[in-house]
């Protein structure tokens, strides 16, 4: 894996140096992450009697973004290496009633949320696919790919509506330590862009894509049954510009 990430990084590094001589397009991206794990794990796969009985799974919003990089190859291939920062993780969520928070038709959207925070450093390199002639103005990319990950930071917060209860009294949130976390995974990925076709100015477009761990995101020995089978799903809308 380390291996792998390094090969990642020196192969992003050359592109960059040589784009000039070699049909490089330098880029960055920036988007929003949804994630969700495939199991549910401590505390609520055993959640029937505790605090977290009313918890229902919920997917976990966050950001990603970084720099990119595609090498353009005969026939509509490209390869693209990047290297994102990537937050993912999951979420479960509660009503609670003890709060007040309104919506603009007067309905309470007070809610607790425990949220599964980890980060990630990624390496996705991808095979890429432009399903358009290169003289069109519009560019549509379909890819597949793999993404070697390094976890960098992890913990769990619990977090309670904002709004004050009859008492004016707001429980304190919660921050705890996620262990367990696997450092270094893999990811396969798939996914397709939309914009401009230009090799001469600046370019942007859209990217969406699908992305799965292929090892568990947990290891080692813990109260929760399901680890040693929780992966990881998670739906990336992103936007970005090559050079």
Known sequence: MKKLIIMAALALSAF?????ERSIRLGAKVGANFSLFTQSVAPFDQKTGTRFE??????????MGGLTAE??????????VE???????MAYKEENNYAVVLNEEGENTATNRFTYNIDYLEIPVTINYNFNEPSSSLRLVGYIGIAPAMAIHSKTTLRYAEGLDGDGYR???????????RLYNNNVLAGFQIGEN???????????????????????????????????????LAI????
Not at 16 to 20: G, L, P
Not at 171 to 181: F, I, K, S, W
């Open 54 to 63: 009313f918890f229902d799974r919920d997917v976990r919003i966050s950001g």
């Open 16 to 20: 960059c140096v040589q784009a000039q």
């Open 171 to 181: 429980a304190a949130n919660e921050n705890a330590n996620l262990n367990n976390v």
């Open 83 to 89: 290297f994102l920062f990537s937050s993912r993780g």
């Open 198 to 236: 230009s090799t001469k100015r600046l370019g942007g477009y859209l990217d969406l894509r699908g992305t799965r761990t292929l090892r568990p995101v947990f290891q080692g020995k813990s109260r929760s049954a399901n680890i040693p089978n929780t992966n990881m799903l998670t739906f990336t």
């Open 240 to 243: 970005g510009i090559r050079i």
């Open 71 to 80: 090498f353009l190859l005969p026939k509509g291939f490209s390869l693209g």
